[in-house]
């Protein structure tokens, strides 16, 4: 058996759609929310051993923004980012062979795809405009159970300009 290219993808693309709304709760807070939904249609790998069915997927984030005063806003980010909802996947094992015909003998099996645990990313930001072409931006984030591996966390810090040009 020959094994090159047995997992190329046939029809791997996703298509989202979704919903934000913003609310000026106060003149210097805003708030808003987004519900996200992917939709990916059944794939097979060349191989045929692998398959999947239609695959679902959501994300949803909700952010609180503070203008302290022209120059310089912050805020807080919750969310959750893109995973599987409704899906599975099939798996061919070969499981005999009759040596008369060399006809190989499969049987299927199948898993749901839902994972039983959610992916948070919780983010502390601030931006100040230093010029009207410039601006410096800062962002602490924490992702809680990545990857959803249980009790792995993970840390970052970005510090940044941004350059508009006019």
Known sequence: MNGE???????????????????????KITLTAGYYRGYTPKQ?????????SRIE???????????????????????????????????????GRDYASDTVYRKQYSAG????????????????EVSESLCWSTELDVRVNP???????DYRALFGLSWKFN
Not at 75 to 91: A, D, E, F, I, N
Not at 147 to 153: L, M, P, S
């Open 5 to 27: 290219g047995a997992f190329a993808v046939s029809g791997g693309q996703t298509y989202n759609t979704g919903v934000s709304v913003s609310w000026f709760a106060l003149p």
């Open 113 to 128: 795809l839902k994972p039983n645990r959610r992916e948070y990313k919780f983010t502390l930001y601030a931006d100040k």
């Open 44 to 52: 097979e790998f060349t191989s045929g051993l692998l398959k999947t």
């Open 57 to 95: 997927s959501e994300s949803y984030a909700f952010d609180a923004n503070y203008q302290w005063n022209k120059e310089l806003d912050f805020g807080l980010r919750v969310s959750s980012p893109l995973r599987v909802v409704k899906g599975q996947v099939y798996v061919d094992f070969p499981s």
């Open 147 to 153: 990857e959803h591996q249980k009790a792995a966390n």
